[in-house]
């Protein structure tokens, strides 16, 4: 690789080519969100959720910084802010890996092994430890109340669309025909 940038556009062009939705948040290539769901053997299965990629200057030798935009019941996510405590990808970070890895690997390993002795979520944490059965239960009531499929695609206050003009049934048609149906 000649420089950080060149690997950059790289990694962010295999992780768009991938079956990962990538939104762009402004003309750089250094933020952007992904759509992300739940691991299918986990309490997360059948959550979506949006998560916000910044790239650093330094980036590959430097990890990203990676956050939930919606709100996710885990140990390692502070509920609040959705900042990740990854010491995979903070502290064993490495120019080998890539942003399909963040999403392919790390993070399905953070939701399915959540580390309950270092919370950024105490009360998580506290569950967790204390009765797994109800902490899978409160899981999936994160779930089914921040993480279905249309709560990622809302568009936030800030985040308005370009096609304002369009009437609601023609862009709801506009989708269908690009896009095809729905996945279930």
């Given at each position: 690789?000649?420089?950080?940038?060149?690997?950059?556009?790289?990694?962010?062009?295999?992780?768009?080519?991938?079956?990962?939705?990538?939104?762009?948040?402004?003309?750089?290539?250094?933020?952007?969100?992904?759509?992300?769901?739940?691991?299918?053997?986990?309490?997360?299965?059948?959550?979506?959720?949006?998560?916000?990629?910044?790239?650093?200057?330094?980036?590959?030798?430097?990890?990203?910084?990676?956050?939930?935009?919606?709100?996710?019941?885990?140990?390692?996510?502070?509920?609040?802010?959705?900042?990740?405590?990854?010491?995979?990808?903070?502290?064993?970070?490495?120019?080998?890996?890539?942003?399909?890895?963040?999403?392919?690997?790390?993070?399905?390993?953070?939701?399915?092994?959540?580390n309950p002795s270092d919370p950024l979520n105490g009360e998580a944490a506290a569950l967790m430890m204390r009765d797994r059965a109800a902490y899978d239960l409160r899981v999936k009531e994160f779930c089914q109340k921040y993480a279905k499929p249309e709560?990622?695609?809302?568009?936030?206050?800030?985040?308005?669309?370009?096609?304002?003009?369009?009437?609601?049934?023609?862009?709801?048609?506009?989708?269908?025909?690009?896009?095809?149906?729905?996945?279930?």
């Amino acid at each position: 690789m000649s420089s950080p940038s060149k690997r950059r556009e790289m990694d962010l062009m295999k992780l768009m080519m991938s079956d990962y939705k990538v939104e762009m948040i402004n003309d750089g290539m250094q933020e952007f969100y992904v759509h992300f769901h739940g691991p299918t053997e986990s309490p997360y299965h059948g959550g979506v959720w949006k998560i916000r990629v910044e790239l650093p200057d330094a980036y590959p030798y430097k990890s990203p910084s990676i956050g939930f935009i919606n709100k996710i019941y885990h140990p390692n996510v502070d509920e609040m802010s959705g900042s990740v405590c990854l010491d995979v990808i903070n502290q064993t970070w490495s120019p080998m890996f890539d942003l399909v890895n963040v999403f392919e690997v790390f993070l399905p390993q953070l939701l399915l092994y959540p580390n309950p002795s270092d919370p950024l979520n105490g009360e998580a944490a506290a569950l967790m430890m204390r009765d797994r059965a109800a902490y899978d239960l409160r899981v999936k009531e994160f779930c089914q109340k921040y993480a279905k499929p249309e709560d990622v695609g809302a568009a936030g206050p800030e985040e308005k669309s370009s096609d304002e003009e369009l009437s609601e049934a023609e862009y709801d048609s506009a989708d269908d025909a690009v896009a095809g149906p729905v996945d279930p």
